[in-house]
Each structure stands twice: as C-alpha cells, then as structure tokens.
C-alpha cells in the first residue's frame, strides 16, 4: 500500500516551534517533487511549501516565508517542515503531497497524506 504518513503535529502556544514529518511507505518517493498544505476549519486547502526533488530548490507561501522552513532526506525518503515563530493562524491540518512532475507549482499532486492537526493558541 502506498502512502505518505505524518507526524509531529500537536498543540503549541503562539511563538512556539514544531516540526512535521512525512515519510513514505509502499514505494519510493525520492525522486518526487514535495510539498506541504494546510486546511484551517471553514477554508480551503492552501499550498505552504514546496521543495525539488534535489532539494536545490524551495518556495514558500508568503504568509510562512521567514518562519517555516521546508527540507528533505532523500535517503530516508521522508519531509519535514520546520514551523517557527507560530501563530495563531497557523492553526490547521497540514498535510503533505508528492508528485512525479519537476515543477514546483501547486497543482497536479498525485500522493496524499491524511493530515496531522497543529493548533497554536494565543
């Protein structure tokens, strides 16, 4: 069975740090190009971060840039996302995604994980 599967999400007061996982099982997503995602009660899922397969290249949401950061180990075939300086805002399940295309934009992922919550409190 393929999947991605996080962790490291939790509740944190505002100003705090945590930091997500994904690691893949049932195939190898080392080559696939990774992102992060967020859905907040009441909106839409949005794009937060994504990073290339040679992690040479990142793009962020301007609303986390400067306090997320997004990386990989390719050898461990797992994600991470960095999350700094929360607020409350931040709050969500985040998921995160792969796909085989190289670009970086936000559409057009194939894989899914099913979210883990990160609740920021004020």
């Known amino acids: 069975q393929v999947r991605l599967v996080e962790s490291g999400g939790g509740l944190v007061q505002a100003g705090g740090s945590l930091r997500l996982s994904c690691a893949a099982s049932g195939r190898t997503f080392s080559s696939y190009t990774k992102a992060w995602f967020r859905q907040a009660p009441g909106k839409e899922r949005e794009f937060v971060a994504v990073?290339?397969?040679?992690?040479?290249?990142?793009y962020y949401a301007d609303s986390v840039k400067g306090r997320f950061t997004i990386s990989r180990d390719n050898a461990k075939d797992t994600l991470y996302l960095q999350m700094n300086s929360l607020k409350p805002e931040d709050t969500a399940v985040y998921y995160c995604a792969a796909k085989v295309t190289y670009d970086l934009g936000p559409v057009g992922y194939d894989y899914w994980g099913q979210g883990t919550q990160v609740t920021v409190s004020s």
């Open positions: 990073i290339s397969r040679s992690a040479m290249n990142t």
